[in-house]
């Protein structure tokens, strides 16, 4: 059940999953990109290409993918890279395939990969590095932002004290609880 561990987690084998799109006369044939979409932008492609528009008031995760989709860009979701750039402020935390948890570690310093180069994410940057220098203040400034992001979202309407299926659990039977266990 639930395949393999790392696809809950934000490194590169977590999330690089094909997906195909075939929309004759629309999506363009034999063309690949590497975009970084989600499942959660299917709701605000769906909703553009329908000619609708989405409520005004809230703020959605997803993103209209459309322009990927037809070929006429290479723009996908921007929080966790910079370019050919990614950097991790946590790591670890994670559950093996054992059902264990390693331990989570905070980064003042991300770790920073440069996924051109390194795309199995095996060697950060040198800290003192010039590339490492000049990306830091960027990728600062980019998770301010998402960070900033979220904490001005008050749209939301969900009361989940009134519905047990989304309260917070610590059960390591259940796949969806997150939990340390001694």
Not at 95 to 117: R, V, W, Y
Not at 147 to 152: E, G, H, K, N, T
Not at 155 to 165: E, L, N, R
């Amino acid at each position: 059940t639930g395949g393999s561990s790392a696809k809950q987690t934000t490194w590169e084998g977590g999330h690089r999953v094909p997906a195909l799109a075939y929309w004759p006369g629309r999506v363009p044939a034999n063309v690949t990109s590497t975009a970084l979409l989600s499942v959660l932008d299917i709701f605000p492609t769906v909703i553009a290409l329908a000619g609708a528009s989405l409520p005004p008031n809230r703020n959605f995760d997803g993103l209209d993918a459309s322009e990927v989709l037809f070929g006429r860009s290479q723009a996908g979701h921007r929080t966790v890279r910079l370019d050919h750039h990614k950097a991790f402020y946590i790591t670890g935390g994670a559950k093996a395939c054992d059902g264990s948890m390693g331990p989570e570690q905070h980064h003042t310093f991300p770790l920073i990969f440069n996924l051109e180069d390194d795309a199995a994410e095996a060697v950060p940057l040198q800290r003192g590095s010039p590339e490492y220098q000049a990306v830091l203040p960027k990728v600062t400034r980019i998770l301010a932002d998402v960070l900033r992001d979220i904490a001005d979202d008050n749209s939301s309407q969900a009361d989940y004290t009134q519905d047990p299926s989304v309260t917070p659990c610590c059960n390591p039977y259940q796949i969806a609880c997150r939990c340390q266990t001694v």
